[in-house]
């Protein structure tokens, strides 16, 4: 008999990929937490019945989330990873020599475990010297943050559960207050394809918009995400993501990325016609 994951992207929207084998599966007290073996995605790792990430398109999500900032500041040196528990987002900010230390505040323990078993290619820098992991609440984590980071990337999973909190004003006032005064802020917006995500998604902007003299929406194409078509938030106490794009210094420290370049940089940014009317219309 076949075995498939699926995971309801809506009501009446399924999304399913066929299954080799179980892997792992392990319960924490924050979620459930699912590794398998695909056919076409290779290994899969799911939060709660969730997608996290796969082996085949992890490396989009990870270099949006990184490189766009990057690319923007290459003078970043103190970053501060929430949640990322798989590693990838850290694997990424460690091609840069620049960083001088990364702290990666994971809630959950397991995540990070399961992902140095099963996720080696994701989980590989999580060691390095200029790392320090801390299994805390990132909520609580930056609430006496000041001045500290140039960088702060949410790679959370979506608002319920342990990462509804990571979506509120008073959090991202608390990253606000964290960040050094060109501080950079990335986290991701969902979907616009699928009106529930894309709630979620324009809440953050809004919140974001309150405080962050800059903010602009990007995307990317992540098959296993709902829609495939992902948006994130760059939020900006001075720099612009087009304007200050470093294009000849980023293209100079010859970083080796799958997804992202300098040309993807200024398209990525380039939003279609109705997710355009549609954050303009909803930030009214
Ligand atoms: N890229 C994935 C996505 O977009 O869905 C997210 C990957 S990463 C595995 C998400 C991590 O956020 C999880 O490991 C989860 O435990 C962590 N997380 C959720 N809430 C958190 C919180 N309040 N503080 C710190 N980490 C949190």
Not at 134 to 152: P, S, T
Not at 218 to 240: D, M, R, V
Request: net charge negative; charged share 25%; glycine share 6%.
């Amino acid at each position: 008999m076949d075995l498939w994951y699926t995971e309801n992207h809506t009501d009446s929207v399924k999304f399913s990929l066929k299954v080799k084998k179980q892997l792992f599966s392990g319960i924490s007290e924050f979620q459930e937490l699912d590794i398998m073996d695909t056919y076409e995605y290779g290994k899969l790792m799911t939060l709660d019945g969730l997608v996290m990430l796969t082996e085949k398109d992890e490396f989009v999500y990870h270099d949006m989330i990184v490189h766009v900032a990057m690319a923007v500041n290459p003078e970043i040196k103190k970053v501060l990873v929430i949640g990322g528990g798989d590693g990838g987002t850290v694997r990424e900010c460690m091609k840069y020599s620049n960083i001088e230390h990364v702290s990666m505040v994971e809630i959950d323990k397991l995540v990070v475990d399961a992902s140095r078993e099963y996720f080696p290619t994701t989980s590989c820098e999580l060691d390095n010297p200029k790392v320090t992991v801390l299994y805390e609440d990132g909520i609580k984590f930056i609430e006496d943050k000041r001045d500290l980071y140039d960088l702060i990337l949410i790679d959370s999973t979506d608002p319920i559960g342990p990462g509804e909190g990571l979506f509120t004003t008073s959090f991202y006032q608390n990253c606000f207050n964290a960040l050094t005064s060109k501080g950079i802020l990335i986290n991701q917006n969902e979907t616009p394809i699928y009106e529930k995500f894309f709630e979620v998604g324009i809440s953050s902007y809004k919140k974001l918009k309150k405080m962050f003299p800059i903010v602009k929406v990007y995307q990317a194409n992540i098959p296993t995400y709902p829609g495939g078509y992902w948006l994130f938030n760059f939020a900006s106490k001075e720099y612009h993501p087009t304007e200050h794009l470093n294009e000849v210094e980023w293209n100079d420290l010859k970083i080796k990325t799958k997804y992202y370049n300098t040309d993807l940089h200024r398209g990525c940014f380039a939003l279609p016609t109705y997710v355009k009317e549609k954050i303009n219309n909803e930030s009214v």
